[in-house]
């Protein structure tokens, strides 16, 4: 399931502040904790393209 990765790419990832120096996820989007309220309707609105396009 996880041998072939190359179709996924992570869109947000968050509490990025307690991640270790040397990782990425390449994520579009990285939040220190939770991204705020007033950036939830962009964010869905954004995924929502990417994933029909």
């Known amino acids: 399931m996880f041998a072939d990765h190359g179709w996924f790419?992570?869109?947000?990832?968050?509490?990025v502040c307690r991640k270790f120096p040397?990782?990425?996820?390449?994520?579009?989007?990285?939040?220190d904790e939770f991204p705020p309220l007033e950036?939830?309707?962009g964010l869905t609105?954004?995924?929502?393209h990417?994933?029909?396009?």
């Open 45 to 48: 609105r954004e995924y929502s």
């Open 22 to 31: 040397w990782t990425s996820t390449g994520a579009v989007h990285s939040f």
């Open 50 to 53: 990417r994933i029909r396009t």
């Open 9 to 15: 790419e992570p869109f947000i990832e968050t509490y």
């Open 39 to 41: 950036a939830y309707e």
